[in-house]
T-cell receptor, first 116, second 113 residues
Framework: AQTVTQSQPEMSVQEAETVTLSCTYD???????LFWYKQPPSRQMILVIR??????QNATENRFSVNFQKAAKSFSLKISDSQLGDAAMYFC?????????????FGKGTRLHILP | DSGVTQTPKHLITATGQRVTLRCSPR?????VYWYQQSLDQGLQFLIQ???????AKGNILERFSAQQFPDLHSELNLSSLELGDSALYFC????????????FGPGTRLTVL
């Protein structure tokens, strides 16, 4: 079974600095999808970025980028120029490419604090 | 706003009771997923429906059931409620094709007293 591990329960970063959140996963599949979701205090789940495993190029979305290392099964999220609004719980997630069982598996999350 | 709607936003009930949570997916989405998030926990997948049929099942208790209706809205029924069922219940929707992103509703906060 696939698993997703986020080894950092909490992190802090100074406003305007850069922070990297770690995520590793375990799978025997070759095709899959990876996601980072943000959950602010409102508890809404917001998709931040996604990565297709077959793509070698790392995904970027404005200040958010990933470092996808397929062989190492690592999928870290880098937030540049951190802003107060980035304070949230961040979940790394995995989705299989299997058509009949495409649920998302979530890590336990990393709580990110932004220091003014 | 993700386009996924959930009602009610909050629900307070007593142990032993039964409640129904409702979800309307984004326009055009055929898949609906239900997740449970207990306090300070990650999301646990409960069940998925695609175009009216159950597609995948996670750690869903026998006391819980769900269905997706012809208009694609979905309901999650929780019965014989226990204190431990208190949680945030999310519905998400997607087109339902491999790898497509899921978009989450705002959640229903269930409190069992």
């Amino acid at each position: 079974a696939q698993t997703v591990t986020q080894s950092q329960p909490e992190m802090s970063v100074q406003e305007a600095e850069t922070v990297t959140l770690s995520c590793t996963y375990d799978t025997s599949e070759s095709d899959y999808y990876l996601f980072w979701y943000k959950q602010p205090p409102s508890r809404q789940m917001i998709l931040v970025i996604r990565q297709e495993a077959y793509k070698q190029q790392n995904a970027t979305e404005n200040r958010f980028s990933v470092n996808f290392q397929k062989a190492a099964k690592s999928f870290s999220l880098k937030i540049s120029d951190s802003q107060l609004g980035d304070a949230a719980m961040y979940f790394c997630a995995y989705r299989t490419d299997m058509n009949r069982d495409d649920k998302i598996i979530f890590g336990k999350g990393t709580r990110l604090h932004i220091l003014p | 706003d993700s386009g996924v709607t959930q009602t009610p936003k909050h629900l307070i009930t007593a142990t032993g009771q039964r409640v129904t949570l409702r979800c309307s997916p984004r326009s055009g989405d055929l898949s609906v997923y239900w997740y449970q998030q207990s306090l300070d926990q990650g999301l646990q997948f409960l069940i998925q429906y695609y175009n009216g049929e159950e597609r995948a099942k996670g750690n869903i208790l026998e006391r819980f059931s769900a269905q997706q209706f012809p208009d694609l809205h979905s309901e999650l029924n929780l019965s014989s409620l226990e204190l431990g069922d208190s949680a945030l219940y999310f519905c998400a929707s997607s087109v339902g094709q491999p790898g497509t992103s899921e978009f989450f509703g705002p959640g229903t906060r269930l409190t069992v007293l």
